[in-house]
C-alpha cells in the first residue's frame, strides 16, 4: 500500500478486493485517485416521481414504470403512430411518437424506463407525446426518492455494487484531496472546496448540488489544461526571436497591384492582425479561420509577399498534393507578373527537379515555397525563413510546427483551415494560437440551394433537374464515399438507395465511385461527358482528368472527397453527394462549397436512405444554413469533438473530468482566468505554486514548458 492515501489501490478500498479491482481496472480506475475523479455519467432523480393517480395535465412531469406493451400503425393521413405502454404500478402510461418508427427499436418488453414530459389525459389513460425517456438498470429498481448517481459498468459489474465502492472511497478518502487554488482566489469564483465538491457529485441530495461540485471539478480540469496553454505562449514569446517583417505603404501598395479584386473587410481585418504580428518582434503563432471560399488563401500569400519584400523566404504546407496543386495555380495565377522567384516541392518530383529545387533554397534564389510535407523532410535547408503557412492542420501532426528552423530564429507560424472550428476547439486544440476570422464570403460568390434527397421519386427528379442543368451548359459533381469494390475503409452496412432508377442498384455496401462511374455513362446520363478521379489514380492521370473538367471538356465529374478542398471550377454548378448520412457535416459543407464558385447559382443534392435522427439532423442541418461556423458547432453538437477534428486519430484532449461539449459554457471562465494569473505574474506567486506544479506535472511535457519557470 502507497504512503500517499491517494495513490492506495482500488482493492484495499473497503468492500473492494482482488476480483473486484480487476473489473474495476477494465475502467482504468487503478487508485483511490482515480475513483474520486471517476465522475457519474448521469443521475438518476428519484425526487420529482409521480404516481399516475397524482398527474395534471399540461405540467411537467416525471413517471416510472415497465414496459408491458409496444404497437406502431399507420393512419388514414399517411402519418405513422408508435406507441409505448408503461406499468407504474397503480395504473398505465402511455408513450406516442408520431412518424417516428425508429423509435421502437430504441426499447424492449419488461424494460424499465421513465417518461418525462407533459401528459394528456384521454378516455382511458394518461398520455406521453413524445416524452423525454430515460433508460434506469435493475438495480433502480427498489429505489425510492433521492438523487443516485450513474457510473459506466463493465461486465461482472453491477450498478448498486458501484455505488457502494465510491460511496466508501469519498468517505474514506475525500479530505486528503489537496486543494491547489488559494482560498481567496476560491472565494472570489465562489467555488467549493475540492473535497467537498467531490461529495457533492458522488453523494449529491438534489440535481442542483450535484452540478456546483461537477462545476468546481470541471473547472479546474480546464484551469489546469488552459493554464498550460497560457504558459506555452509565455515560453514562446520569451524564448522564440523572430525577424521584423514590417509593412509599408508602398509593400502594400505593390502587393495590392497584384490582385484582380477588391479584398472583403474581413480578409483587410486578418491582414492588420498578422502584419502587427510579425513586425512586432515575437514569433506569431496565429489561426486563421475562414468559411468556405472565404478568400484565406489570398491573405496567406499577402504575408507571404510582405515576408518576402523584407528580405526573407515564406514557406506554404498543405496536407495533400491536390491541395499544393491548388495552392500553387493560385500563387502562378497572383504572381504572374510579379519577380518574385517560386517553386512547388512534393513528393512527385523527379530527382533532377527536387535537387534544383533543394539547391534554390538553400541558397535563398527561390524565395516562396508551395508543398507537402515535402518541405519538412532532413534535405530541405532553408536559408533564410521568415514565415511558414501551414493549411489544414488538423490533418497534420501538432509536433510537425517545430520542424521549420533557420538557424536559430524561429519563423512566424500562420496556421489556416477553410473548416471553422467549434469555438470550444479553438480554445483547447488550438489555444496557444491567437485567433483571425474571415466571416464573410468574396463578392460574386453565389447562393446554394441543398436539398435532402430520401425517396425514389425525389431522386428521378434530381436527375432531371442535373440533366436540364447540364444541356445548358453548367457542370456537375457526383461525390461517393468509396473508390471501387476493394475498398472497404467507408464500408458501413447501409442498404444504398437506387441512386439512378433501373441503373445502380440497391446493394448491402455503398455504391462506389467505379461503379457509379461506369452505371452513369450507360444509364441515366448517357451520351454526357463523363469523368472519375480518386486518391488511388495515378496523378498524372488525375490532373488531366481536373484539367479536362476546368476546361469544361467534362460536364459531370463522379468522384470520392479528393475534391473536398483545393478544386476550383466556377462553371460547376451541381453536386450530387451519394450516402450523404454517412459523412461528417463540416465535410459536406465543404464539399457543397465546391459549387457556385461563378455566376451561377448552385444546387446540391443529399441522397440519402437513412431516416435515423442522428442523419436526419446533420442534414436538415445542412439544409438550412450556408453557414459553415453554424454547421461547425451543429457538427460539434451532433458528434463530440473526437470526430469533428479527428481527434480520436491523433489522441484525445488530455482532460481529467471535462467534456468540451457539454462544458461549453464553463471553457470561457476557465480561459480568461488561466490567461489572466500568467499575465498578471500571479501565476508565479508563492500562493498559486501548488497550481503550477500541478500543471507542470499534468502538461509540461506536452505543452514543451518543463522547466520554463
Sequence with gaps: MSDDP????????????????????????RTVTDLLFNLPRDYLDLTQVSEVDDLREGELQTVRGRVVDMDGKTLRDGRTICAVLLD???????????????????????????????????????????????????????????????????????????????????????????????????????????????????????????????HRLVFDDLLEFQLGLALRRRVFHKQSTAPKLPTTAKIDARIRRLLPFELTAGQNKSIREICADIDSGLAMHRLLQADVGAGKTVV?????????????????????????????????????????????????????????????????DVQLIVGTQAVIQK????????????????????????????????????????????????????????????????????????????????????WNFVRDKLRSGRQAYVVCPRVGDDDQSRDIELVAPALVADTIPASPSMATAEQVYRQLQSGELRGFTLGLVHGRMDRDERNATMEAFRRGEIQLLVATTVVEVGVDVPNATLMVILHAESYGLSQLHQLRGRIGRGQFSGYCFLFSDSETPEATARLQALESTSSGFEIAEADFRLRGPGDVLGLRQHGDLPLRVADLLRDQAVLPDARAAAFDLVQSGAVDSPEFAPLKVLVIERFGKLFDIVGSG
Design 6 to 29: 491517494l495513490l492506495t489501490s482500488v482493492q484495499f478500498v473497503k468492500g473492494v478486493g482482488p476480483v473486484r479491482a480487476e473489473l474495476l481496472a477494465r475502467l482504468d480506475l
Design 88 to 214: 407504474c404500478g397503480r395504473d398505465y402510461a402511455r408513450g406516442v411518437w408520431f412518424n417516428s418508427t425508429w423509435v421502437l427499436k430504441k426499447f424492449q418488453h419488461n424494460q424499465l424506463l421513465m417518461f418525462s414530459g407533459k401528459p394528456k389525459r384521454n378516455a382511458r389513460r394518461w398520455e406521453f407525446s413524445h416524452p423525454r425517456v430515460q433508460v434506469l438498470d435493475d438495480d433502480d429498481s427498489e429505489a425510492h426518492g433521492g438523487v443516485l448517481p450513474r457510473y459506466g459498468l463493465t461486465e461482472g459489474l453491477r450498478m448498486h455494487e458501484m455505488r457502494r465502492v465510491m460511496r466508501q472511497a469519498v468517505e474514506e478518502f475525500s479530505e486528503f484531496v489537496p486543494d491547489p487554488l488559494p482560498e481567496s482566489f476560491r472565494h472570489e469564483l465562489k467555488l467549493p472546496r475540492v473535497n467537498e465538491a467531490l461529495r457533492m457529485v458522488h453523494l449529491p441530495t438534489s440535481i442542483e448540488q450535484a452540478e456546483r461540485g461537477r
Design 300 to 364: 496567406a500569400i499577402y504575408a507571404m509577399l510582405v515576408a518576402i519584400a523584407a528580405g526573407w523566404q515564406a514557406v506554404l504546407m498543405a496536407p495533400t498534393e491536390l491541395l499544393a496543386s491548388q495552392h500553387w495555380q493560385t500563387v502562378e495565377r497572383l504572381l504572374s507578373q510579379s519577380r518574385v522567384q517560386r517553386v512547388l516541392l512534393t513528393g512527385q518530383l523527379s530527382t533532377a527537379e527536387r535537387q534544383r529545387a533543394l539547391n534554390g533554397i538553400r541558397t535563398g
Design 379 to 462: 534535405d530541405v535547408s532553408f536559408a533564410k525563413l521568415g514565415l511558414v503557412v501551414i493549411d489544414e492542420q488538423h490533418k497534420f501532426g501538432v509536433v510537425q510546427r517545430a520542424h521549420f528552423s533557420s538557424g536559430g530564429s524561429s519563423p512566424h507560424t500562420l496556421v489556416m483551415t477553410a473548416t471553422p472550428i467549434p469555438r470550444s476547439l479553438c480554445l483547447t486544440q488550438f489555444g496557444d494560437l491567437d485567433l483571425s476570422v474571415i466571416d464573410e464570403l468574396p463578392p460574386g460568390r453565389q447562393k446554394i440551394t441543398t436539398s435532402k434527397v430520401t425517396s425514389e421519386p425525389l431522386r428521378a427528379k434530381a
